[in-house]
């Protein structure tokens, strides 16, 4: 039997505990999952790749399924680069589902073969949204609910 390889693009910029969650949630799913920071090289993220990339490690270190890199170009060409037959995507809301959805059918339209798999937000974190942690960390505010400790350390000691 094929290993069920799954990929959970996004640019986690920073990752939240959403993302968390999400990543935890979809273990039984998959036999590995690529966390994939997705570099646009027109846009600079806020933090830089090599941050989100070590948090994105530090928190999934104890998660054998989890590996994570950067990539650029198109999420379908990277899954097909890594052997992944599933694209994993969370979304909280209606807008987030009609999104999510056009993207999914515009990847299954360049490879029929990959399947997006959704899943929804947990309750606790149907407010948290990386835009708008962002915005708290440029405000100085709190963001301690809504990331990681380890990530809210670094953020207090490097951008604070």
Known sequence: MAKKIAVFPGSFDPI???????????LTLFDELIVA???????????????RLKWIANETKLLKKVKCESFVGLTIDFCKSHDAEFI???FRSDPD??????????????????????????????????????DIIKNKGDVSKFVPSSVEKDIKKYYL
Do not use: C, W
């Open 37 to 51: 920071i997705g570099v646009n090289p027109e846009k600079e993220g806020f933090f830089p790749i090599t941050q």
């Open 88 to 90: 994993l995507r969370g």
């Open 97 to 134: 589902f009609h999104f999510e959805n056009s993207i999914a059918m515009m990847n299954k339209a360049m490879d029929s073969k990959i399947e997006t798999v959704f899943l929804l937000t947990d309750p606790e974190y149907f407010a948290i949204n990386a835009s708008i942690v962002r």
């Open 16 to 26: 939240t505990n959403g993302h968390i969650a999400i990543i935890k949630r979809s």
